[in-house]
């Protein structure tokens, strides 16, 4: 079985982690236009190359960022989020619903 | 009631469970089933200090436990995760205040783990559980790798699981908490892995 390296538990089989999609920059939730937003959600690139990862390991409930070779699966850096994220981010549940308009 | 406090229920756990559920006929690992005893969880930046402001000891590292006193387990599962664990059923009020009081603290979010987990303790010889262990778990828990107060978080009987080493009065046990909905299954698995230890 591959192992893989989780960054709060140490060296754990593949089977315990799953896969969280690609770190994107967020955009502007009230800002962005419905194609934003889906590309944000839904779509990826989909090329051979290393990309950053959102990985979940399950047993502790636990995410973190991992780079991983796109064709090889070959895994070079797992890291905690707070090596990229230190802020909480809130959504003002007013202003989103405000911006939904009947279309 | 302006707070209706999850470990308040516990009347009614216990009425409808066996407290002193034991296995222990068909080998030299006893498991005891704590599912019904008190626990809660904290997370957020300010679980820590709301902690240490109960007069609570902390470990010092994610993955590390520690034994307050009378079988009551501290677990840090994260930097900023802590669970709490009656391993004695002997520290319900303790547990219930600190749910209570966690409503008025910043950055301190609760985790229902008493509803969300079961909770095991196995106790016996050190190497047989052990070897035990071995044949349900990937993670080395052998006596020079897995010290007294380590945690694992991993799989067990391919069932997501906590797997802590602790003692009480002398005695080392391994606690193991995992999802409450397979417990049935754990349990028989468990007791099935035990019976080659007689």
């Known amino acids: 079985m591959k192992i893989m390296n989780c960054p709060l538990n140490g060296p754990r089989n593949i089977s315990e982690f799953v896969y969280g999609g690609e770190v994107k920059a967020m955009p502007n939730i009230l800002t962005c236009t419905d194609r934003e937003w889906a590309d944000y959600v839904f779509y990826s690139e989909n090329t051979i190359r290393v990309i950053t990862e959102w990985w979940f390991h399950s047993p502790s409930g636990y995410w973190f960022i991992a780079e991983r070779h796109t064709a090889t699966d070959e895994i070079f850096k797992t890291y905690d989020p707070s090596e990229l994220f230190n802020q909480r981010i809130d959504f003002e549940a007013t202003s989103a619903l405000e911006a939904e308009k009947p279309v | ?198």
């Open chain 2, 1 to 198: 009631m302006d707070f209706y406090n999850l470990s308040s229920a516990k009347s009614s756990r216990s009425s409808l469970l066996s407290l002193n559920k034991v296995d222990r006929s068909h080998s030299k690992l006893e498991v005891q089933d704590c599912t019904v005893y008190s626990r809660v969880g904290f997370r957020g930046v300010g679980a820590e200090a709301f902690l240490e402001s109960n007069g609570l000891p902390i470990p010092k590292l994610p993955n590390q436990s520690l034994s307050y006193k009378n079988g009551l387990i501290i677990l840090r599962l994260s930097k900023s995760e802590f669970w709490v664990v009656d391993t004695a059923n002997k520290h319900h009020a303790l547990i219930e205040a600190l749910e209570l009081s966690s409503k008025e603290a910043i950055n301190v979010y609760r985790l229902y783990c008493q509803h969300s987990h079961g909770c095991f303790l196995i106790t016996g010889d050190a190497d047989l559980t052990v070897k035990m262990f071995s044949k349900v778990c990937s993670v080395d828990l052998s006596q020079g790798v897995f010290a007294l107060g380590s945690i694992a978080q991993t799989s067990v009987a391919r069932t997501n699981a906590i797997v802590t080493k602790q003692s009480m009065d002398g005695v080392v046990f391994t606690l193991l908490l995992a999802d409450v909905a397979s417990t049935q299954y754990l349990w028989e698995a468990i007791e099935d892995a035990a019976s080659e230890f007689v």
